[in-house]
Structures are given as C-alpha cells and as structure tokens.
C-alpha cells in the first residue's frame, strides 16, 4: 500500500465500550479502507475483522458500516481522515 500513514484516533467524552483497535478499525472505514485493505492494515484476518464489526455493531446500535460511519463522524470518534484510501 502506498499510504500507511497512521489514522488519528481520538477519546470522545464518551467511549461507547470500544477497545484501541475497534476505534482504528472504524478509522479506517470512515477512510474508505475496503474490508481487504482493513485486515491488511491491522493485521487480522477477514473472519477476525468480520467479528470484530459485529461487536461494533452491537456496542453502537448500527446495523452496517455506512451508519457506523455517520455514528463515528456525528459523535467524534475519530479526529482525522486521509482525503483518499490507498490505491485511488
């Protein structure tokens, strides 16, 4: 991959139960990072990364990435996003 710049995460007042590598996993989606370049960058696998949204998801109360999104950006999760994922 041509971009590896790390993701800024950032503590909102409220942390809804994420761990460190469900907020970077979230990033990453807000990013545009497909599920492939996803495990990729945080070295898991796609049956790891598929558990761990389902968890997300229940932790949020969203019900796929697209409102996962719009919860990450309307509460702060995450402080910055790169314009473009890699390769596009």
Known sequence: MSNEEPL????????????????????????GY?????????????QALRQHLVVIFGKLQVSNRLELALFALY????DAVPMSPPGR
């Open 8 to 31: 800024s995460v950032v503590s909102s007042q409220k942390d809804f139960g994420l761990n460190p590598l469900e907020r970077q996993l979230i990033a990453l989606i807000v990013a």
């Open 34 to 46: 497909t599920c492939e370049e996803s495990t990729r960058r945080l070295g898991i696998s796609a």
């Open 75 to 78: 509460h702060q999760l995450i």
